[in-house]
């Protein structure tokens, strides 16, 4: 059975960083797109960053030059790594696959989805 099971979340100060950890279990890891989402309360998903199977990342322009996504096939992992939080970051954080590969910028094009954790940039 595919999972998607984030990590690294927690409490940091304004300035600080995180690095997110999604580890997967699919067998064709390597084909997939993988993307990284939030949600803030019950607002809808937001775009964060993408990485496509090639490895050519997307991002959404507020994290530009701050946030940086990666993936390691070999572990099955995908990464986030965070710097420079501002408290306006704060949410759950989901990743989640694109069986096509791609890295899409839209909810409804992944197939698949972690059960998110959270991030809170608080002084």
């Known amino acids: 059975q595919v999972q998607l099971v984030e990590s690294g979340g927690g409490l940091v100060q304004p300035g600080g960083s995180l690095r997110l950890s999604c580890a997967a279990s699919?067998?064709?890891?390597?084909?997939?797109?993988m993307g990284w989402f939030r949600q803030v309360e019950d607002k809808e998903f937001g775009f964060v960053a993408s990485?496509?199977?090639?490895?050519?990342?997307n991002y959404l322009d507020s994290v530009k030059g701050r946030f940086t996504v990666s993936r390691d096939n070999a572990k099955k992992t995908v990464y986030l790594q965070m710097n420079n939080l501002k408290p306006e970051d704060t949410a759950v954080y989901y990743c989640?696959?694109?069986?096509?590969?791609?890295?899409?910028?839209?909810?409804?094009?992944?197939?698949?989805w972690g059960q998110g954790t959270q991030v809170t940039v608080s002084s």
């Open positions: 989640a696959e694109n069986w096509a590969g791609l890295g899409s910028m839209r909810v409804e094009e992944y197939n698949y």
């Open positions: 699919g067998r064709t890891f390597s084909s997939y797109g």
């Open positions: 990485i496509t199977s090639g490895g050519v990342t």
